[in-house]
């Protein structure tokens, strides 16, 4: 072997084996992923707008089934705000079948929910589909953008 293959393939073999906080960002493992999606979930019915704050950047753009505008990140601070401030509350929140597609910085989750609210001593169900993007910005993912449908 010359002296300029073996100088590549050293490196070739010491930037495999760098320990990934010497590498460029690295993203975290789809666990990861999906806790975030439910801490953004559960952070609208909780009214948790810092943790909102944090996860829905100011670019969101969010499409709801049976809304005729387009939102953003201040829709859904009110709306969580609003949701909360009647009493109402989360019950129960499944994803019962997921898909993931990652391209580079941007994953995609495919969703069907159900979820169950309490409000008024009164508990109903609604289930549907959830196209979610996330980004993977500074160390973390971040969710700037939804659409949402519901089952008839």
Same mark, same amino acid.
């Given at each position: 072997m010359t002296q300029r293959l073996q100088a590549i393939a050293l490196l070739f073999i010491a930037v495999t084996l760098l320990p990934p906080s010497l590498c460029a960002e690295t993203r975290t493992s789809d666990d990861e992923l999906l806790k975030v999606r439910e801490t953004?979930? *559960?952070?609208?019915?909780?009214?948790?707008? %810092? *943790? !909102? &704050? &944090? @996860?829905v950047p100011a670019d969101t753009i969010v499409i709801s089934a049976g809304?005729?505008?387009?939102? %953003?990140? %201040?829709?859904? !601070? *009110?709306?969580a705000t609003q949701f909360h401030a009647?009493?109402?509350? @989360?019950? *129960? @929140?499944?994803?019962p079948k997921t898909r993931i597609q990652h391209f580079g910085d941007v994953a995609v989750i495919w969703s069907e929910y159900v979820l169950e609210i309490q409000s008024g001593g009164k508990r %109903?169900? =609604? =289930?549907?589909r959830a196209s979610e993007i996330f980004v993977w910005r500074n160390g973390a993912w971040l969710n700037p953008g939804w659409h949402t449908d519901s089952e008839k």
């Open positions: 953004v979930w *559960r952070a609208w019915f909780e009214g948790d707008i %810092s *943790r !909102l &704050q &944090q @996860l809304d005729k505008e387009w939102k %953003s990140q %201040s829709d859904v !601070l *009110r709306e009647s009493g109402a509350k @989360l019950k *129960r @929140l499944d994803f %109903s169900e =609604s =289930s549907g």
